[in-house]
């Protein structure tokens, strides 16, 4: 581990570790999803990142269009092999349009360096594309106007392991109401899909309670373990 990783672990507050190379790292095969719902995707929506992004842009399928100042589509390597899904823009994001930014997307940034990863090299999306009003939780109204989008982002990226950061992306991926406690620690599917999906706090969650920093960190070794044996 370098002194740059060092560096990140220290922000987070975690204690280092030392892991073991598999074998076999470097020879993960490729994953195929399936099960992308296409017809639950507007038929206009051509397959590809800008006609998809322009759609989302002037998208008016629920009631957040009145109330956004702009959507937050999505941001990082369309070639990613790792796919970050947070639950809705706050007040910064829906000012900049890009997921993850402030004090939250600085933790975000450092648990990802800690793994290895930069930034720019994950894919970082939300469940919602614009703002909930006082940064509620969405409705389920509002996640179902959302999911055909982020699903054909995945179909786009064709990821092979999924991140969720938070109790509200984690249910709304895997269509439960666990709480967060019995989400965390095990590893999923998306549904549909073989794609291997673990679910952690939401950076904005850390800050506020700085002790589960410890947890957080054993579901990102837990993620990087999975996706080392793909």
Not at 36 to 58: C, H, Q, T
Not at 132 to 159: F, G, I, T, W
Not at 182 to 197: A, S
Request: net charge positive; with cysteine.
């Amino acid at each position: 581990m370098d002194s740059r990783h060092r560096r990140y672990l220290e922000v987070m507050g975690i204690q280092l570790w030392r892991q073991r190379q598999p074998a076999n790292a470097e020879r993960a095969p490729t994953m195929e999803v399936g099960g992308m719902p296409g017809e639950s995707m507007p038929a206009e929506i051509a397959p590809g990142w800008e006609e998809l992004a322009a759609r989302v842009a002037g998208c008016t399928a629920c009631s957040l269009h009145c109330s956004r100042t702009q959507t937050v589509f999505g941001v990082g390597d369309r070639e990613a092999k790792w796919l970050i899904v947070g639950e809705a823009p706050g007040a910064d994001e829906d000012r900049q349009g890009e997921p993850f930014v402030g004090r939250a997307g600085q933790l975000l940034n450092a648990m990802l360096e800690a793994l290895g990863l930069q930034r720019g090299q994950v894919y970082i999306a939300n469940i919602l594309k614009c703002r909930p009003p006082k940064n509620r939780d969405p409705l389920p109204e509002e996640v179902a106007s959302c999911e055909p989008y982020l699903r054909h982002q995945m179909a786009l990226l064709q990821p092979r392991i999924i991140l969720a950061v938070g109790r509200v992306a984690g249910q709304n991926l895997l269509k439960t109401s666990a709480p967060l406690g019995r989400l965390r620690g095990i590893v999923h599917q998306y549904p549909d899909t073989t794609i291997p999906l673990v679910v952690t706090y939401h950076p904005a969650y850390l800050l506020r309670s700085p002790r589960e920093k410890r947890r957080a960190w054993q579901d990102l070794r837990l993620a990087l373990k999975v996706y080392r044996e793909l």
